[in-house]
């Protein structure tokens, strides 16, 4: 799987758009660029994913450059349940293709 | 999303003993579930992948005697870690794929914290 960087920590304030940004520009063409967060001692949860077009869900979105070589996770609204660790994962997706885990981006979300 | 869920939450048990920690997808059938295990303050480490009906694949540097890993049916992997140790005291977090197809996510269970006395 392709190496992902993220800045270690982020703040945002509770109501703003918290834009959280990922670098993977060892990406290869069939990996898709999965987002996941983990809010402290529970599993982590997923949030959206794509592999080339911008995707949005309740959650967030996610606009992907068109190299591929990086994207941005958005939550457009932050409340303070937002506050957790991000991570950016590539993984090729296929049925049994694991995840793996960086070290994240920890979002505080400030009242 | 499709639901997977971790029995127990949390145990404490002595030094020596083995302990079971189930996984199960409740809502939809997975072929292929993870095990993996996050240290305090470190991100998730993949432990090994379990698949229904065969052996587990572990990582490298996981003791598969130690986990012994067992995907029994399409909703269920049991993971148990055989004479446990203070060192083994971590979450334990499974995650199971909703269907085999490209483009579906992986859900992750809510965690089962071990400690060993």
């Known amino acids: 799987d392709a190496k992902t960087t993220q800045p270690t920590s982020m703040d945002c304030a509770e109501g703003r758009a918290a834009n959280l940004p990922c670098n993977h520009s060892t990406i290869s063409g069939n990996e898709y660029v999965y987002w996941y967060r983990q809010i402290h001692s529970q599993g982590p949860q997923y949030i959206i994913h794509?592999?080339?077009n911008n995707e949005t869900n309740e959650m967030a979105s996610l606009i992907i450059t068109e190299d591929r070589k990086s994207s941005t996770l958005i939550l457009p609204h932050a409340t303070l349940r937002d506050t957790a660790v991000y991570y950016c994962?590539?993984?090729?997706?296929?049925?049994?293709?694991?995840?793996?885990f960086g070290t994240g981006t920890r979002l505080t979300i400030i009242p | 999303g499709a639901v997977v869920s971790q029995h127990p939450s949390w145990v404490i048990c002595k030094s020596g003993t083995s302990v079971k920690i189930e996984c199960r997808s409740l809502d939809f059938q997975a072929t292929t579930m993870f095990w993996y295990r996050q240290f305090p303050k470190q991100s998730l480490m993949l432990m090994a992948t379990s698949n229904e009906g065969s052996k587990a694949t572990y990582e490298q540097g996981v003791e598969k005697d130690k986990f012994l890993i067992n995907h029994a049916s399409l909703t269920l992997s049991t993971l148990t870690v055989t004479s446990a140790h203070p060192e083994d005291s971590s979450f334990y977090i499974c995650s199971a794929r909703d269907g085999s197809g490209i483009g579906s996510e992986q859900f992750f269970g809510p965690g089962t914290r071990l400690t060993v006395l």
């Open positions: 994962i590539v993984s090729a997706n296929f049925g049994n293709e694991k995840l793996t």
């Open positions: 794509g592999l080339k």
